[in-house]
C-alpha cells in the first residue's frame, strides 16, 4: 500500500475535509501515515482567511522540498481555500506542488494523482459546486480520540462579509441530506464515540429539501413547504440517544433562531454553548462588513440567549480590530461590547486584508499595523479577565464531564469538558476515559477549571 500524509491548517471544517479525502484515496490503495518522511502523497489542506495562513502553508512547503529532491517519484498536492484562490498560480509559484485541488473536487483526487503518475503532468481542479455535500461518503478520522467527531453537515457560504474570502473559496451554501448527517451520528455512536460536532460555516443557516440542497435556489422556490431546517437537524440528532453530546459550530448571528435556542433547553446532550462571532462592537463598523446586523440587535440576541437558556450559557466570541478606518472610539465600543456580554471565551485576530473581497476593492486598509497590534493585545487582555471571571463562577459547584483522555500536562490528570465547553483538569480514575462523571470545581485560571471527581 502506498502511503499518504496529510497536513491540515486553519478551521475545523478543513480537519473534517481532511478526513473525507483520507476516506477517498483509502479506497485507492493509499494507508494513512503521521510521518511524511515516509509518504509517496503528501496533501496540504490550506486557510487563506488571514495573509499569515499562507504564509505558514508556504514555509512547510519549503520543508518538503528536500524530501522530495531524494525521492523524486514523491507527489505534494494542495488542497482547500488556498488552492481554490490562486489555482494555476500556485503551479508556477510553489514549483514543488504537482496537484491543486479545491474544496468541491475532492472526488476527482484520485483522477489527478493518476495524471501526474502516469502522464508526469500537474493537475489542476478548482470547479466549484452548487451541490457537492460529499454526503455519502464515510469519513476516515484522522488523529482521532475516538470520543469526539465532526460532522460537516452544510458547505460554503452566502453571506459575503466583506473582510472574507471564504465565499471566494469554499462557494455558495449546499446543505446534506438530514438522514445521512443521522446516520453519520448513529454509526458513531455505535463506534463508541460520545460527542459530535455539527459543523458548517454557518451552520444556522443549514436548509434542505427533496428538490435542492442549494440554499438560494431553495429560497427562490416558493412553493417549497417541506424544508428541514438547523432546529429540525439539531432535533434529530439529539434524539439518537441521550449518552451522545452534540455541539455545533459556527453560527452566524443573523441565523440562530428561537428555534434552535429551544432545542438547546429541550434537550439535555445538546450542549449549553453558542460561538456568536460578533467581530465589532461598533454599527458603523459592522455595516462596513456587512455583517447585516447592528450593535444592539446583536446584544438582543445574546438576550434572548440568556433568557431562553439561562446565564451559565457558555458564548465565545470572534473579533476583527482596525478593520478598515476603525477609529480608537469604535474599538472602546467593541471593549464595551465584550463588557456587556461578557464572553466565556473569544477567538481575536487583527484585521488582514484578503486580495478580491469586498473590502480589499473599496476601503483602505488605512489603520497602521502598530494600531491594529495594540488594539488586539487590548481586546485579548479584557477577553481574559472576563474568561477569569466566568470561571469562578464554577467554583464549588459540580458539573457534568465528558472525560476525554489525560492533560497535556501529567498522566496523573484527565481532562473533560463541559457542556459549556469548559475544559477541567482533575486528578486520574481508572477506567473512566470516554464516560460522563460529575467533578466538583475548586479552582481555575482564564483557560482551565480544576476539580475533583465528586
Ligand atoms: N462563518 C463564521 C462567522 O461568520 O462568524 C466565521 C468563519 S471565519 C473562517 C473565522 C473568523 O476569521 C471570522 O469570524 C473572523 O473573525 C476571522 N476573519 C475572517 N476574515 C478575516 C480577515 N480578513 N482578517 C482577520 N480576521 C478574519
Ligand atoms: Fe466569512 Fe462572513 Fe461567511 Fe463567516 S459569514 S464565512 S465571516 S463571509
New binding site residues.
Given amino acids: 500500500m502506498e502511503k499518504l500524509y496529510i497536513q491540515s491548517y486553519?478551521?475545523a471544517m478543513n480537519f473534517s475535509d481532511s478526513e473525507i479525502v483520507a476516506s477517498i484515496l483509502k479506497k485507492e490503495g493509499y494507508d494513512l501515515t503521521n510521518n511524511f518522511e515516509e509518504s509517496d502523497l503528501i496533501l496540504v489542506n490550506t486557510c487563506s482567511?488571514?495573509e499569515k495562513a499562507e504564509e505558514t502553508i508556504r514555509k512547510r512547503l519549503k520543508n518538503f522540498n528536500n524530501l522530495k529532491k531524494n525521492k523524486p517519484s514523491l507527489i505534494i498536492g494542495i488542497l482547500g481555500c488556498m488552492a481554490e484562490r490562486l489555482k494555476e498560480k500556485l503551479l508556477h509559484e510553489e514549483k514543488i506542488v504537482d496537484i491543486v485541488a479545491g474544496p468541491d473536487s475532492y472526488r476527482d483526487l484520485p483522477n489527478l494523482v493518476k495524471n501526474v503518475k502516469l502522464n508526469d503532468e500537474k493537475s489542476v481542479n478548482t470547479i466549484l459546486s452548487l451541490e457537492e455535500t460529499y454526503e455519502n461518503i464515510e469519513p476516515v478520522r484522522i488523529n482521532s480520540n475516538g470520543i469526539s467527531a465532526f460532522i460537516s453537515i452544510m458547505r460554503g457560504?452566502d453571506?459575503m462579509?466583506s473582510?472574507?474570502?471564504?465565499p471566494y473559496t469554499r462557494g455558495r451554501e449546499r446543505s446534506r441530506n438530514p438522514q445521512s448527517v443521522v446516520r453519520e451520528a448513529e454509526n458513531l455512536f455505535k463506534r463508541g464515540y460520545k460527542e459530535i460536532t455539527l459543523l458548517g460555516?454557518?451552520v444556522d443557516s443549514y436548509k434542505w429539501s427533496t428538490i435542492t440542497n442549494n440554499k438560494r435556489k431553495l429560497e427562490r422556490n416558493q412553493d417549497l413547504i417541506e424544508i428541514t431546517q438547523f432546529s429540525d437537524l439539531l432535533e434529530l440528532v439529539a434524539k439518537i440517544d441521550p449518552d451522545l453530546r452534540i455541539r455545533f459550530s459556527?453560527s452566524?448571528p443573523k441565523d440562530i433562531t428561537r428555534e434552535v435556542l429551544n432545542v438547546i433547553k429541550k434537550y439535555e446532550n445538546v450542549c449549553n454553548y453558542i460561538h456568536l462571532?460578533a467581530?465589532s462592537g461598533n454599527s458603523r463598523i459592522l455595516k462596513k462588513m456587512n455583517r447585516t446586523y447592528d450593535r444592539d440587535w446583536y446584544l438582543n440576541k445574546v438576550d434572548d440567549i440568556k433568557k431562553i437558556i439561562g446565564n451559565d450559557c457558555g458564548i465565545s466570541s470572534?473579533?476583527?480590530t482596525g478593520f478598515c478606518s476603525e477609529t480608537e472610539k469604535e474599538h472602546l465600543d467593541t471593549l464595551s461590547l465584550m463588557d456587556q456580554v461578557m464572553y466565556d471565551y473569544s477567538?481575536m485576530?487583527?484585521?488582514?486584508?484578503?486580495p478580491g473581497?469586498l473590502a480589499q476593492r473599496k476601503y483602505k486598509d488605512d489603520v497602521p499595523l502598530d494600531i491594529k497590534k495594540r488594539r488586539l493585545s487590548e481586546i485579548i487582555d479584557r477577553q481574559n479577565k472576563h474568561s477569569i471571571e466566568r470561571n469562578k463562577l464554577t467554583i464549588d459547584k459540580d458539573y457534568k464531564i465528558l472525560v476525554e483522555g489525560f492533560s497535556k500536562k501529567s498522566k496523573n490528570y484527565l481532562k473533560g469538558r463541559t457542556s459549556e465547553n469548559k475544559m477541567v483538569i482533575f486528578p486520574k480514575k481508572n477506567g473512566i476515559v470516554g464516560k460522563y462523571v460529575d467533578v466538583n470545581i475548586k479552582s481555575c485560571n482564564s483557560a482551565t477549571l480544576f476539580g475533583e471527581l465528586c
Fill in positions: 486553519g478551521c482567511i488571514r457560504c453571506n462579509c473582510f472574507c474570502v471564504v460555516q454557518n459556527t452566524h462571532p467581530q470572534d473579533f476583527i477567538y485576530f487583527y484585521y488582514s486584508e484578503r473581497t
